[in-house]
Structure formats: C-alpha cells, structure tokens
C-alpha cells in the first residue's frame, strides 16, 4: 500500500540552526501539507501546497519557514532559524482528493 | 479559534461495549469530516469521513453520524476492541468551493479499551 515517508524520524538541533525535513508524498497525489503537533496539544496546520506553489499557510508559517518540491517527488520544509518553540512532531501529508494521508512524522527537538 | 472541538480529552470503554466519540464545530462553511486515529510516536491513520450531504457512513465497526443542524458528529466504535486504544481526531474541511485546502484538527480525545 502506498505511503507517505518522512526523514529523519527524530532531529536534535541548536536554537539557531536551519533544519530541512523531508516527506516523499504518495506518487500520484496533487496536494502536499505540512502540520505539527507540539507535545500534548492539537494537530496544527502549517502549510498546503497544489501545483508548485503555496496554496494555504497559516499564521505560524512565518518567513522562518519555507517548502520546496524540488524534483517532483520530495516535499521539504526548512526552518531557517529553529526556535525553542519549533520542537514538535512535524507531519507530511498528501491526497488526491478527500483524506488527507499522513507520515510518520518528524520529531523535531530545538535544544 | 478553535473551530473543531472535542471536549472530552479521554474515555475508558470495556472491550466489547460501544465507544462513542465526539466532535463539535463552529463554521457552518465545513462539509466534509473525516476521523484519524493516532498511536504514540506515529502518523494520524484516516479511519472514516463523511460528506455533509449524508448523515451516517458506517465502515465495519466504524460509523460515523453527522447532525448539522447542530454542528455535531460523532464516531461509534462497536464492539470496541484494545488495539483500538489511542487518541482519536476529528477533522474537517470547508466546501471545496470555498478555496481553502486547509484541514482543521479537533484537540483529540484518548480512547482506553479495557480489556
């Protein structure tokens, strides 16, 4: 069964430093996402993306943050300046037409 | 804004009876539902969805009954097995007309199967 996959599955970093997390959408959907989920709290929307470009971003996507479908099959979500407060489970997901299909996730620690 | 609630944080059910599971929304733009389980240290899984044109979808011990009048859907579990302990999310997405692609997450309820 197709999936979606993301790498790493756990990223230590420095407050300060740019981290890239990767997903490999399932190969014949159209909308990319990205959510996170900040330990304890709700599954949060970060960003869609249809057609090579950004349709959607919510208020915590600021300019720290950037996607990228660089070769037609990788989506990447850079944090340019990780924060104290960016440690989360970051999700990919992707679909075609109704649900939404997840990864794994990223975890994401900013020490 | 929350607009998608599920005001029950956790349940505890013995296995075999029915776990019901509920989910509030606010924006009478959403019309499409979908619930997600969510193991630990794992990926929501899509379970069930529902169109705002039916008012029950029912997938094996899954269904899914949907009250727009009151804004309120909920998922039944029966009969409610422990491998079926994790955290349940509700979610739902404006008209596909309205422009938006943006999936909104209820908080989560933890479901506990007692064996």
């Known amino acids: 069964e197709p999936e979606v996959t993301q790498t790493p599955s756990h990223q230590v970093t420095q407050m300060g430093q740019e981290v890239i997390l990767r997903c490999v959408p399932i190969?014949?959907?159209?909308?990319f996402y990205w959510y996170r989920q900040i330990l304890g709290q709700k599954v949060e929307f970060l960003v869609s993306f249809y057609n090579n470009e950004i349709s959607e971003k919510s208020e915590i996507f600021d300019d720290q943050f950037s996607v990228e479908r660089p070769d037609g099959s990788n989506f990447t979500l850079k944090i340019r300046s990780t924060k104290l407060e960016d440690s989360a489970m970051y999700f990919c997901a992707s679909k075609k037409s109704g649900e939404l299909f997840f990864g794994e996730g990223s975890r994401l620690t900013v020490l | 804004d929350q607009q998608v609630k599920q005001n029950s944080p956790s349940l505890s059910v013995q296995e075999g009876r029915i776990s019901i599971l509920n989910c509030d929304y606010t924006?009478?733009?959403?019309?499409?539902f979908l619930w997600y389980k969510k193991y630990p240290a794992e990926g929501p899984t899509f379970l069930i969805s529902i169109s705002s044109i039916k008012d029950k979808n029912e997938d094996g011990r899954f269904t899914v009954f949907l009250n727009k009048s009151a804004k309120h859907l909920s998922l039944h579990i029966v009969p409610s097995q422990p491998g079926d302990s994790a955290v349940y999310f509700c979610a739902a997405i404006p008209s596909l007309f309205s422009g938006t692609y943006k999936y909104i997450f209820g908080t989560g309820t933890r479901l506990k199967v007692l064996a």
């Open positions: 924006n009478s733009m959403f019309d499409y």
């Open positions: 190969s014949n959907h159209l909308y």
